[in-house]
């Protein structure tokens, strides 16, 4: 079945970068479908981060677009998020997780494990 | 705040029916977006529970149902039982903030 990975380090300094990866197993990203991420600071509620399809096409939250990069690597069947100039407020589980899209009408119908990012000095 | 209002928490006795609102507007579910449900049992991920306003996902028990009408969606759960206890969150998107938006979400305690 079709699974999702996340990874990256889980301490990350104000104003550094954080670079998280999603390694997808039993389905191959070039073969379609949206990929995306979504947030949960600790005790708080779900935040879209954004997504991309497999030919690299992207879609950011517009209030952290100038902060956000998503890209994937077909090679490696994996997809990428980087979001820059962090502060405490961006402390958050971060899950991975493939988009069922039709039209405008996204769900999210398979999520990672999630990984816990912390941001402090 | 998010455009998606759910109550912070509803509760119920084991067997019981309950429900879990979604208010949003005309940017959003008004507009005729579809609404999804998520169920997040205690320190998991959340898991797909409702699609499309009221498709069920291969493997979820149809004591869940959802439905939408006008500006509002609603979750039921009949047959309450202890392990439906779980933080459950709407999504759709929403044409003002140009995002796929989630509920702040709804506490369930089964009593």
């Known amino acids: 079945q079709v699974q999702l990975q996340e990874s990256g380090p889980g301490l990350v300094k104000p104003s550094e970068t954080l670079s998280l990866t999603c390694a997808v197993s039993?389905?191959?990203?070039?073969?379609?479908?949206?990929w995306g991420w979504i947030r949960q600071p600790p005790g708080k509620g779900l935040e879209w981060i954004g997504s991309?399809?497999?030919?690299?096409?992207?879609f950011y939250n517009p209030p952290l677009k100038s902060r956000i990069s998503i890209s994937v690597d077909t090679s490696k069947n994996e997809f990428s998020l980087k979001l820059s100039s962090v502060t405490a407020a961006d402390t958050a589980m971060y899950y991975c997780?493939?988009?069922?899209?039709?039209?405008?009408?996204?769900?999210?119908?398979?999520w990672g494990r999630g990984t816990l990012v912390t941001v402090s000095s | 705040q998010s455009v998606l209002t759910q109550p912070p928490s509803v509760s119920g006795a084991p067997g019981q029916r309950v429900t879990i609102s979604c208010t949003g507007s005309?940017?959003?579910?008004?507009?005729?977006?579809?609404v999804h449900w998520y169920q997040q049992l205690p320190g998991t991920a959340p898991k797909l529970l409702i699609s499309g306003n009221s498709n069920r996902p291969s493997g979820v028990p149809d004591r869940f149902s959802g439905s939408k009408s006008g500006t509002s969606a609603s979750l039921a759960i009949t047959g309450l039982q202890a392990e439906d206890e779980a933080d459950y969150y709407c999504q759709s998107f929403d044409t003002s903030q140009r995002a796929w938006v989630f509920g702040e979400g709804t506490k369930l305690t089964v009593l």
């Open positions: 997780a493939r988009v069922e899209a039709v039209a405008d009408n996204w769900h999210f119908d398979l």
């Open positions: 991309m399809y497999h030919s690299g096409s992207t």
């Open positions: 005309s940017s959003n579910i008004g507009s005729g977006y579809d």
């Open positions: 039993g389905y191959s990203i070039s073969r379609g479908y949206y």
